[in-house]
């Protein structure tokens, strides 16, 4: 029995931890922090940056204690706990954040800091990144709203439709007694979103490519900004103010250098980016949605996206304000990426096809009754389409009148069709097998 309860407890263990591991050579925080801790004076000396860590998220360090800090971490050796990394989304995300940041109390204190982030990115995810902008950037733009059909195969998987139901009603909710959703639920629900459903989903749902305004506003208000991130009194905070309530916030501090250190520009690049990755500059932009640092698209007509903060009232820090907002507003490397995912080679006016082999009698007419089979199915088809554009002009912008999952078609009730029945199924014989018996039915009787 005891031997089944160990068994049971690995069990248990194994599928919580269903994170993929770290690459090989890469220590997740978490169990950097353990090997620490096993060892008296890394322990010690650990303990003190942590209370270090939670000074500095208050308040500034004193320059007396900015010491003692400073001369722990030169005394620490452990090399696993220098060079830990974390994973996005994971079961102990921000236990291992908080393990990072302790032991790098100097970092992040400037932008201009950009040379690391706390998560890894092995090859394998950033191939797989890259293969889905790859298939995003050649799907053809044949005038259709992108947006509503990334929203619509979104609410055909599951997951997709169902988180996304999820976060629709905690950003559009309000509080009881108020006129105002409570952002931190709407935050947690979009990062639950973005972390939990498969790129190939969320990404086309952030960065579908629009051709008219009707698509983009759909795009622009697909992550509720009226609750993610506008205060209620409309009034813009400043960029540097809104910088640093990010810093004091593990997760946003680790989101917002990961952005810094992946979304890094270049003018010397093809793709605008130092990293020369921008699909994984385009999730290191996802991971910012669902903190206090959202981004968003400013208008419905372009691509360009931006914080909502300005930079009035910086006084002599205006400079580092501007650099803030440029992180968004003037970035190669983020516009591009954001670009390339709408890209598509241009198509030909029109496709000209081989003439197919002339058809038999028999295939002709079994042809006909296709097509006219076909043609109700289109009209049908084509009838729900004119719909759908109707329900769209209507909306006028409007996100909270985007059907939940539940509201949604799934794929069991999309075979569905009316009670028609195919004339190839057509219970009556033909006119040909009735000839025959009859003609058989004669040749018994006279004989």
């Known amino acids: ?158 997951k997709c439709g169902s988180l996304r139901s999820e976060y629709v009603l905690a950003c559009t909710k309000p509080v ?80 917002l ?4 250190h992946n979304c890094q520009p270049s003018g010397l690049s093809p793709s605008g980016c130092i990293r020369e990755s921008g699909a994984v500059c385009l999730k290191s932009y996802a991971g910012l949605i669902g903190t206090i640092m959202t981004p968003n698209y400013l208008s419905n007509s372009t691509v360009d996206v931006a914080l909502w903060c300005n930079c009035e009232g910086s006084g002599n820090q205006l400079q580092d304000c501007l650099r803030i907002q440029s992180m968004f507003t003037n970035n190669a490397c983020l516009e591009n990426s954001i670009s390339t995912m709408g890209s598509s080679p241009p198509r030909p006016v029109e496709s000209i096809p081989p003439p197919s082999p002339r058809p038999s009698p028999l295939d002709q007419q079994n042809k006909l009754s296709n097509n006219a089979q076909d043609e109700l199915s289109n009209n049908a088809v084509e009838q729900s389409e004119e719909d759908d554009e109707e329900e769209e002009e209507e909306e006028g912008g409007q996100f909270d009148v985007i059907p939940l999952y539940a509201e949604k078609a799934t794929v069991s009730n999309l075979g569905s069709g009316g009670g028609g029945v195919s004339p190839r199924l057509s219970s009556a014989p033909p006119p040909s097998l009735l000839l025959l018996l009859l003609l058989l039915s004669a040749s018994l009787s006279w004989g």
Not at 34 to 57: F, I, V
Not at 257 to 260: G, H, M, P, V, W
């Open 1 to 158: 029995m005891l031997f089944l309860g160990i068994l049971l407890g690995i069990f248990i263990r194994d599928v919580v931890h269903s994170s993929p591991p770290l690459p090989p050579g890469i220590v997740d925080c978490v169990e950097a922090e353990k090997g620490c801790k096993a060892d008296p004076q890394c322990k010690e000396l650990y303990r003190t940056l942590e209370g270090c860590a939670s000074e500095e998220a208050v308040a500034p360090l004193g320059s007396k204690t900015r010491i003692e800090c400073l001369e722990a971490l030169s005394a620490l050796h452990y090399l696993p706990l220098l060079a830990c990394k974390c994973q996005r989304g994971a079961r102990r995300e921000e236990h291992c954040l908080r393990a990072y940041w302790s032991v790098r109390i100097l970092q992040g204190e400037c932008y201009d800091d950009l040379e690391a982030s706390p998560y890894d990115d092995s090859p394998v995810e950033t191939s797989h990144m890259a293969s889905i902008v790859a298939a995003a950037s050649s799907l053809p733009l044949d005038g259709q709203n992108a947006c509503l059909k990334a929203a619509q195969d979104c609410g055909l998987y599951e």
């Open 176 to 255: 009881p007694g108020s006129d105002h959703c409570n952002r931190q639920k709407c935050h947690r629900a979009l990062r639950r979103f973005l972390e939990r459903v498969p790129e190939e989903y969320s990404l086309g749902v952030l960065f579908c490519p629009c051709t008219d305004k009707l698509c983009g506003e759909r795009r622009r208000k697909t992550i509720v900004p009226s609750c993610s991130y506008q205060e209620r009194d409309g009034i813009q905070p400043n960029c540097l103010h809104l910088q640093s309530y990010c810093r004091k916030d593990q997760l946003c501090r680790s989101r």
């Open 257 to 260: 250098a990961d952005f810094q």
